[in-house]
């Protein structure tokens, strides 16, 4: 079974600056990464898959990079709205397609 | 446009079976790369992947809960049924149902809340 790890736990960060949030999976699992947004009371929100595709409607401050083993979603420039949770999902080959824990995007 | 409900209890008791349906609309289970999955979230913890079952009826679970999940597509109906057997407090939480296209969950449902009565 594949482990996501996210780091870190909780980010704390201003509007305006910029965010990288950090997914590591125990084995390789190519770039069959997705990344989530999920705010208060609402749905997780597809955000990134195949580690660097941006899905539909998503604006370009999100940016998703790596392969292998680790990943990276970076946000160039908070607005207020990105402050929520961030998840790591892998989809490669077997499941489980577990997530990562979690990272708590708080404003500073 | 693609949209998804869940439906089901609110409330279970321990030991019984808990059946959630999933209602979809805007797309089909027969098409090649379609899926739809269950994720679940207890409250204020992280995401958990249960099941998914492709177009052709491929179906995945969870190792640790493939004992206690069933995964079925109601073609006729739009649905996609999960049961989950033996059910104790710790499977509370929110249930979500997703579109997944080879691979990632690119629509969910709004989730249902579900209780262990005890």
């Known amino acids: 079974e594949i482990v996501m790890t996210q780091s870190p736990a909780t980010l704390s960060a201003s509007p305006g600056e910029r965010a990288t949030l950090s997914c590591r999976a125990s084995q390789s699992i190519n770039i069959n990464l997705a990344w989530y947004q999920q705010r208060p009371g609402q749905a997780p929100r597809l955000l990134v898959y195949h580690a660097s595709s941006r899905a539909t409607g998503i604006p370009a401050r999100f940016s998703g990079s790596g392969s292998g083993t680790e990943f990276t979603l970076t946000i160039s420039s908070l607005q207020s709205e990105d402050f929520a949770v961030y998840y790591c999902q892998h989809y490669n080959a077997r499941p489980p397609y577990s997530f990562g824990q979690g990272t708590n995007l708080e404003m500073k | 446009q693609i949209t998804l409900k869940e439906s089901g209890p609110t409330v279970v008791k321990p030991t019984q079976t808990l059946t959630l349906t999933c209602t979809f609309s805007g797309f089909s289970l027969s098409t090649s790369g379609v899926g739809v999955s269950w994720i679940r979230q207890p409250p204020g913890k992280a995401l958990e992947w249960l099941a998914l079952i492709y177009w052709g009826d491929d179906k995945r679970y969870s190792p640790s809960l493939t004992n206690r999940l069933t995964i079925t597509n109601d073609t006729a109906k739009n649905q996609v049924v999960l049961t989950l057997t033996n059910v104790d407090p710790m499977d509370t939480g929110t249930y979500y149902c997703?579109?997944?296209?080879?691979?990632?969950?690119?629509?969910w449902g709004q989730g249902a809340l579900v209780t262990d009565s005890s």
């Open positions: 997703a579109h997944t296209l080879w691979g990632p969950c690119d629509y």
